[in-house]
């Protein structure tokens, strides 16, 4: 496969100027904050409250992710939450008359509560029974789809997402990468393999009119998996998807980051960091993810010059005895040291796996190791010079919780599918260009680029 023919977007301008026609606000609600890895100049809220999407209602904004995080929750709670905030979005639609579609970005690589998800926020958002758009691609990660299976592609290799470290997940792990079996799987039986339906990019290729009659011709409730293996095939879709809608039909959407820009009609913006807050201070780096690209990245990232590192074990963070955080402040003050001193510290979690005898005890273990990792950044004093945080729920829980992030904006991508946001003023540290960078995504020296780049804006200002 062609790297170049996958990132093709012949249709990304009449796409967009289609979606402007809509005259609506496409509510991206995300397991993590990872889907705004493909857009550019759109908010980002970090609470759901119907207020907050009045405001964005009344604004006319296009556009607008809203971090939901239920990939840290248990199903139940994850359900509850997603159900709430859509009717979040019901009432300020009817408060506004501002019309919406709201779509359920989720994990490129499977992991995450389907179909349950999807089934409450739509209830939520008094959507219900709507057909299911299921796509995961992410084509900036090598997420493709492809005959029905899952892949990704890295080196010219198609490997199922099932034979990858993604589907052993303690939480979220599954046996199949073909989409049908998947969704069979994932719904503990309730919707069969062979009712779920799938568009093959045969028919994408043949264009608007036989996509159109699959569209037109789906059940309520019933799933289709979309095929696409580039963008050309996915806006080739979204082109007869927007006009199905235009038409007065109605979708669900479980979906990767890479529709979204799609529907959007929005194209790459590469962010370079010009102007630092505070540039003769050190950054801050935090990892929390602990796949296999993540620690590769870390053992590059450590490589570099003008570095500290600071190790946390998790078996002293779950310690129920003796935990962690009654030393807390202790690395708090190492970390202000370095980066008044300009370095730049990483905070990294020991890369050992621990988790739970099941999956609600391995999210718990999580929530524990996230709690310090958020309580560290909060209780910091000095503002550095940028922050990257590594891992979708890791760098959710900063920005929200550490942060206080109300409302942000993606400025762009430091690297293809690592997206930078512009902190507002009312944030703990504003104006800090805060690097969300997913656990999966990246070469690797991924890391060692993007603090690399940092690097170099701070020693030209």
Same mark, same amino acid.
């Given at each position: 496969?062609?790297?170049?023919?996958?990132?093709?977007?012949?249709?990304?301008?009449?796409?967009?100027?289609?979606?402007?026609?809509?005259?609506?606000?496409?509510?991206? %609600?995300?397991?993590?904050?990872?889907?705004?890895?493909?857009?550019?100049?759109?908010?980002?809220?970090?609470?759901?409250?119907?207020?907050?999407?009045? #405001?964005?209602?009344?604004?006319?904004? $296009?556009?607008?992710?809203?971090?939901?995080?239920?990939?840290?929750?248990? =199903? /139940?709670?994850?359900?509850?939450?997603?159900? &709430?905030?859509?009717?979040?979005?019901?009432?300020?639609?009817?408060?506004?008359?501002? #019309?919406?579609?709201?779509?359920?970005?989720?994990?490129?690589?499977?992991?995450?509560?389907?179909?349950?998800?999807?089934? @409450?926020?739509?209830?939520?958002?008094?959507?219900?029974?709507?057909?299911?758009?299921?796509?995961?691609?992410?084509?900036?990660?090598?997420?493709?789809?492809?005959?029905?299976?899952?892949?990704?592609?890295?080196?010219?290799?198609?490997?199922?997402?099932?034979?990858?470290?993604? @589907? #052993?997940?303690?939480?979220?792990?599954?046996?199949?990468?073909?989409?049908?079996?998947?969704?069979?799987?994932?719904?503990?039986?309730?919707?069969?393999?062979?009712?779920?339906?799938?568009?093959?990019?045969?028919?994408?290729?043949?264009? #608007? /009119?036989?996509?159109?009659?699959?569209?037109?011709?789906?059940?309520?409730?019933?799933?289709?998996?979309?095929?696409?293996?580039?963008?050309?095939?996915?806006?080739?879709?979204?082109?007869?998807?927007?006009?199905?809608?235009?038409?007065?039909?109605?979708?669900?959407?479980? &979906?990767?980051?890479?529709?979204?820009?799609?529907?959007?009609?929005?194209?790459?913006?590469?962010?370079?960091?010009?102007?630092? $807050?505070?540039?003769?201070?050190?950054?801050?780096?935090?990892?929390?993810?602990?796949?296999?690209?993540?620690?590769?990245?870390? =053992?590059?990232?450590?490589? @570099?010059?003008?570095?500290?590192?600071?190790?946390?074990?998790?078996?002293?963070?779950?310690?129920?005895?003796?935990?962690?955080?009654?030393?807390?402040?202790?690395?708090?003050?190492?970390?202000?040291?370095?980066?008044?001193?300009?370095?730049?510290?990483? %905070?990294? &979690?020991?890369?050992?796996?621990?988790?739970?005898?099941?999956?609600?005890?391995?999210?718990?273990? +999580?929530?524990?190791?996230?709690?310090?990792?958020?309580?560290?950044?909060?209780?910091?004093?000095?503002?550095?010079?940028?922050?990257?945080?590594?891992? +979708?729920?890791?760098?959710?829980?900063?920005? %929200?919780?550490?942060?206080?992030?109300?409302?942000?904006?993606?400025?762009?991508?430091?690297?293809?599918? %690592?997206?930078?946001?512009?902190?507002?003023?009312?944030?703990?540290?504003?104006?800090?260009?805060?690097?969300?960078?997913?656990?999966?995504?990246?070469?690797?020296?991924?890391?060692?680029?993007?603090?690399?780049?940092?690097?170099?804006?701070?020693?030209?200002?």
């Amino acid at each position: 496969m062609n790297e170049e023919n996958i990132m093709h977007r012949p249709f990304t301008a009449e796409i967009a100027a289609f979606f402007k026609k809509m005259d609506l606000t496409l509510v991206v %609600v995300d397991d993590d904050p990872t889907g705004t890895q493909t857009v550019h100049d759109v908010p980002v809220l970090g609470h759901w409250s119907e207020e907050a999407f009045f #405001k964005e209602f009344e604004e006319k904004t $296009p556009m607008v992710f809203v971090l939901a995080n239920t990939r840290s929750l248990p =199903e /139940k709670h994850a359900v509850a939450r997603a159900r &709430t905030i859509g009717s979040c979005i019901k009432r300020a639609s009817e408060k506004s008359g501002r #019309k919406f579609l709201v779509v359920s970005r989720s994990d490129s690589t499977l992991r995450g509560h389907f179909p349950s998800e999807v089934h @409450a926020l739509t209830e939520g958002a008094a959507q219900v029974n709507m057909p299911i758009i299921l796509t995961p691609a992410f084509f900036e990660g090598g997420r493709v789809t492809i005959d029905d299976v899952h892949y990704i592609l890295e080196d010219r290799t198609l490997t199922p997402v099932s034979e990858t470290p993604f @589907a #052993k997940d303690k939480s979220f792990g599954y046996a199949h990468a073909d989409l049908k079996l998947w969704t069979e799987e994932k719904s503990k039986g309730a919707i069969p393999a062979k009712v779920v339906k799938s568009l093959s990019t045969t028919q994408i290729n043949s264009g #608007k /009119k036989v996509i159109l009659e699959v569209l037109e011709g789906l059940k309520p409730g019933e799933v289709l998996v979309l095929n696409s293996a580039n963008y050309t095939q996915m806006e080739t879709f979204i082109l007869a998807l927007q006009e199905a809608i235009h038409k007065g039909n109605r979708f669900a959407f479980r &979906t990767g980051a890479s529709f979204v820009s799609a529907f959007g009609g929005i194209g790459p913006k590469p962010w370079v960091p010009m102007q630092l $807050p505070n540039p003769q201070h050190g950054g801050l780096v935090i990892v929390g993810s602990h796949v296999p690209k993540s620690t590769r990245q870390l =053992e590059e990232l450590l490589k @570099a010059e003008g570095l500290g590192e600071v190790p946390i074990r998790v078996d002293r963070i779950i310690d129920s005895a003796h935990p962690l955080i009654n030393e807390i402040d202790s690395f708090v003050q190492e970390l202000e040291r370095q980066i008044k001193q300009g370095k730049t510290p990483v %905070v990294y &979690t020991s890369r050992e796996l621990v988790s739970g005898e099941t999956p609600e005890e391995s999210l718990s273990i +999580g929530e524990k190791v996230n709690t310090f990792l958020v309580t560290l950044l909060e209780r910091l004093s000095i503002q550095p010079s940028f922050i990257i945080g590594k891992g +979708g729920i890791t760098s959710n829980d900063l920005a %929200v919780k550490s942060l206080k992030m109300k409302r942000g904006m993606v400025a762009g991508q430091i690297l293809p599918g %690592v997206p930078v946001w512009e902190l507002e003023p009312d944030n703990k540290f504003p104006h800090t260009p805060y690097v969300v960078f997913p656990g999966n995504v990246g070469d690797d020296k991924g890391l060692y680029t993007v603090y690399q780049k940092f690097n170099e804006a701070r020693f030209c200002q």
